[in-house]
């Protein structure tokens, strides 16, 4: 298994996705209000949780301690500015928020739109299971008979706590459609359900005038791409640079605060991306998970990911 720092061992942020309460349906991994605020107190107590403000001086500065956390929003989730705003506005502590300009422009981000989709438009996963194979079923003979090749035994082995319909789901997935055919057949299914995407937009992320807002209240605003390919490390050079510098152009257009942080989607990366976001003028980036690597320079600082912090604390 791959060696993980362990938390205090290195100065880390603590990555948060997902929130519910009553306005947002809970799906997997979501926390409440109640667990956020436990995560606060107990890295409060064990560690030394910072201002992102603070925390971004003394990275460029050199002079973070191992034992100095900051909290971390990736993918401009409403959810997150309804729930976990109000939580940090009360413990008078800013965080940094990783923006992707596409989402604050309006358009959809279709991940997102399927986790809703799945989550909210089904009676279970089980349920979602049942309608998505019929469709694949129906939808091409050709691929339909490639499911001989799926040996629930095998496929995904590693991961002992799927059950054979989480290998069946993820095989037709992966190995037979691939990227392309999947997201047509899921867009195929929300008339099945009377789901329409574009209903839900401003219900699962945040505009402008939220971004706008958290700055007024001191947060840090940072790059998380334009439009969050989940695989930036097998883009061009030109791809990224793009991706990069369209976030960044807009968020300083329509900010006050210069781009000087960012957090890599998915956790990919590679050499040249470091490059882009050196030329760039970024100052220092997170990685999305605590892996111990050779080479943590300022654009790989470690998270933990919420999730890892609930099951620690049982909440
Ligand atoms: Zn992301």
């Keep these: 298994m791959e060696e993980k720092y362990h938390l205090g061992e290195v100065p880390f942020g603590v990555m948060f996705h997902h929130f519910h309460n009553e306005d947002h349906p809970s799906s997997q991994g979501s926390i409440d209000e109640v667990a956020f605020k436990k995560i606060i107190q107990h890295l409060d107590e064990k560690f030394n949780l910072i201002s992102a403000d603070t925390w971004l001086d003394k990275a ?19 959810c997150q500015y309804d ?9 008078k ?19 997102e739109v399927f986790r809703y989709f799945r989550t909210n438009c089904f ?6 299971y049942s309608v998505f194979f019929k469709a694949f079923e129906d ?24 059950t054979l319909n989480d ?8 190995k037979i459609l691939g990227v392309e055919k999947y997201n047509s057949l899921m867009c195929e299914m929300f008339s099945l359900r009377d789901f329409d995407p574009a209903s839900i937009k401003d219900k699962l992320w945040m505009g402008l005038d939220h971004a706008k807002e958290l700055e007024k209240d001191g947060h840090i605003l940072g790059l998380h791409t334009h ?30 605060q210069k781009s000087l942080t960012m957090s890599h989607p998915c956790n990919s990366y590679n050499k040249s ?17 605590m892996a111990k690597i050779q080479s943590s320079g300022k654009f790989e600082f470690p998270r933990e990911d919420h999730a890892n912090l609930v099951k620690e604390l049982n909440l």
């Design 227 to 256: 439009s969050h390919p989940t695989m930036v490390a097998g883009l061009s050079y030109e791809n990224q640079l793009s991706e990069y510098e369209v976030n960044k152009v807009y968020l300083e257009k329509h900010l006050t």
């Design 60 to 78: 460029m500065k050199d002079e973070l301690k191992s034992e100095d956390v900051c909290l971390t929003f990736d993918d401009s989730l409403m």
């Design 83 to 91: 729930i976990a705003k109000p939580v940090l506005d009360e413990f």
């Design 273 to 289: 991306t470091i490059e882009i976001l050196n030329n760039l003028g970024v100052k220092i980036g997170f990685r999305a998970n």
């Design 139 to 162: 939808s091409s003979e050709q691929d339909f008979k490639k499911l001989s090749g799926f040996d629930p035994d095998k496929y995904l082995a590693g991961f002992p706590f799927y």
């Design 123 to 128: 009676d279970g996963v089980e349920d979602f």
């Design 167 to 174: 290998r069946k789901f993820r095989y037709i997935r992966d």
């Design 93 to 111: 502590i800013n965080a940094f928020w990783f923006l992707c300009s596409s989402l604050l422009e309006g358009n959809l981000e279709l991940l």
